[in-house]
């Protein structure tokens, strides 16, 4: 139980820092800048919920700094945007698909819950993990939106009203 408790606490002065990290580089702007530079490219991703871009940006954001509890506020507003765009709440949109697939698979740039858990172990080399899991990330990312893309295909959205 003690050490359960030590390791608790570790933990939690881990997201701690990294939260206040997140807060001072929003405080600054950069999640939003990010957010702006992200928007074009996330509308390649998600072409019919132009609204839901900047949630959907702030949301990967937040991911990407490793910030998860953070990103699901922009999450939630993202699907609702989505959700009301489509008109249908009880269907899921390609869109909607599509970005359950990329938070899923959400790169991180620095995995800050191993490296505290790595640390309260005791590992010797605590940052051994930091490339190898941005790469598995990315790589999950790429892989998310192509089999996304390519299930969209296989299984064109049917408009109601319309018969196979």
């Given at each position: 139980?003690?050490?359960?408790?030590?390791?608790?606490?570790?933990?939690?002065?881990s997201?701690?820092?990294?939260?206040?990290?997140?807060n001072i580089?929003?405080?600054?702007?950069?999640v939003?800048?990010l957010a702006?530079?992200?928007?074009?490219?996330?509308?390649?991703?998600?072409?019919?919920s132009?609204?839901a871009?900047?949630?959907?940006?702030?949301n990967?954001a937040?991911?990407?700094?490793?910030?998860?509890?953070?990103?699901?506020?922009?999450?939630l507003?993202?699907?609702r945007?989505?959700?009301?765009a489509?008109?249908?709440?009880s269907?899921?949109?390609d869109?909607?698909c599509?970005f359950?697939?990329v938070?899923?698979?959400a790169?991180e740039?620095?995995?800050a819950?191993v490296?505290?858990?790595r640390?309260?172990?005791?590992?010797?080399?605590?940052?051994?993990?930091?490339?190898?899991t941005?790469?598995?990330?990315?790589?999950?990312?790429i892989a998310?939106?192509v089999?996304m893309?390519?299930?969209?295909?296989l299984?064109?959205?049917?408009?109601?009203?319309?018969?196979?």
């Amino acid at each position: 139980a003690g050490e359960a408790v030590t390791l608790c606490l570790t933990l939690a002065g881990s997201y701690m820092l990294w939260m206040g990290v997140l807060n001072i580089a929003r405080s600054a702007g950069m999640v939003e800048g990010l957010a702006r530079i992200a928007k074009k490219p996330l509308s390649l991703l998600f072409p019919r919920s132009e609204k839901a871009i900047v949630p959907i940006a702030l949301n990967l954001a937040a991911n990407f700094f490793c910030a998860g509890g953070a990103a699901t506020p922009f999450g939630l507003e993202a699907m609702r945007e989505m959700s009301e765009a489509s008109g249908k709440s009880s269907v899921a949109t390609d869109d909607m698909c599509m970005f359950l697939a990329v938070n899923s698979a959400a790169i991180e740039l620095i995995p800050a819950g191993v490296l505290a858990l790595r640390a309260a172990a005791g590992s010797q080399d605590v940052f051994c993990v930091v490339l190898p899991t941005f790469v598995c990330s990315l790589v999950c990312f790429i892989a998310a939106v192509v089999f996304m893309k390519l299930a969209q295909r296989l299984f064109p959205h049917r408009e109601e009203g319309k018969k196979r």
